[in-house]
């Protein structure tokens, strides 16, 4: 077995063993305090535990796969990300073309340009060549009402699912002097730094909050949540050293700018729910809404987490 490998079972396995302590956790509360279902609150954490058991599962499978198991899975991602998107923007019959060409062209063109490892085109192919076609493409079309709104938010939504979204597999795509072989690791510290951060800061919001952050955006999200969320999770980071080319302070750093970046997401994603007037983008997960209300962190921090790593560890 190769230190990857090894790494990487420590890994799994520390994850399936905080779900199962979950799960038990979950299943106790729901026998003393939700024996009839009665209890939202009890019924929607075992919602999400149940749901967490899946994404795990499938996040692992990808792992085990490798380099095309992470880009499809990821790919697919985007897909139904950019599918939630799209069902709040303010389309027409005239954005069809457009919209086809987003779905069918530029998003598998984008998981292309990792697989091939092109990452000059990779980091410019949405913002510029996407964001100059998607227009052209509706203006041919000839119907210009809130032609400018329309266009702005499937370049967003292309920005966010796609463009941001495909900054986690490109982690696969650096090349770290020492570090060879084993940049899903860096994945993996993405993804439960982020997530873990999102959770703590959850609970302790729910144990010790007070302060709310943006009572109009997330009535949920308060000072001390946030605080405890961020450091909590910074400090895992930083004991999450070994599976990174970081020292503990760099991780913890890194894990630090990262959590951050996924709050502020959060908050984002947040105000474009409440403009919608919608609670969440949809409900593909059970006990979590849509695929982009459990991305939404990831995506804003993993462009932050790309190019740190890349312009201080990787080379050419």
């Not at 599976?243 to 970046?261: E, W």
Request: charged share 10%.
């Amino acid at each position: 077995m190769s230190p990857t490998q090894f790494d990487m079972m420590v890994l799994v396995l520390g994850v399936f063993g905080i779900l199962l302590v979950a799960s038990f956790v979950g299943q106790i509360l729901e026998r003393r305090l939700s024996p009839d279902g009665s209890n939202p609150a009890i019924e929607n954490l075992n919602a999400r535990i149940n749901a967490w058991w899946v994404m795990a599962i499938l996040i692992a499978i990808a792992f085990i796969a490798g380099r095309i198991g992470v880009l499809l899975l990821f790919g697919f991602c985007s897909f139904a990300a950019l599918r939630e998107f799209v069902t709040l923007t303010n389309t027409r019959r005239a954005d069809h073309w457009a919209l086809a060409t987003a779905f069918f062209v530029v998003l598998p063109l984008q998981y292309v340009l990792l697989w091939i490892e092109d990452y000059e085109i990779f980091s410019v192919f949405i913002p510029v060549y996407a964001f100059l076609l998607m227009p052209i493409i509706s203006a041919v079309r000839g119907d210009t009402q809130h032609f400018l709104v329309r266009i702005a938010e499937v370049q967003w939504a292309l920005m966010i699912c796609v463009f941001c979204a495909s900054h986690v597999p490109a982690l696969l795509t650096l090349h770290i002097p020492g570090y060879e072989g084993r940049n899903v690791l860096l994945i993996a510290f993405l993804v439960i730094v982020v997530q873990l951060s999102d959770v703590l800061q959850y609970v302790w919001g729910k144990m010790i909050g007070r302060t709310k952050i943006a009572p109009r955006l997330s009535p949920s999200k308060t000072v001390e949540g946030f605080l405890g969320g961020v450091v909590s999770a910074s400090l895992i980071g930083a004991g999450l050293w070994w599976i990174t080319p970081f020292s503990p302070v760099q991780a913890g750093a890194m894990a630090f700018l990262i959590t951050l970046m996924g709050f502020f997401g959060g908050l984002v994603m947040s105000a474009i729910k409440r403009d919608r007037g919608v609670k969440d983008w949809g409900h593909l997960i059970d006990g979590h809404g849509g695929l982009i209300d459990r991305l939404d962190s990831v995506v804003f921090s993993a462009p932050i987490f790309f190019h740190l790593t890349h312009y201080f560890w990787s080379q050419p």
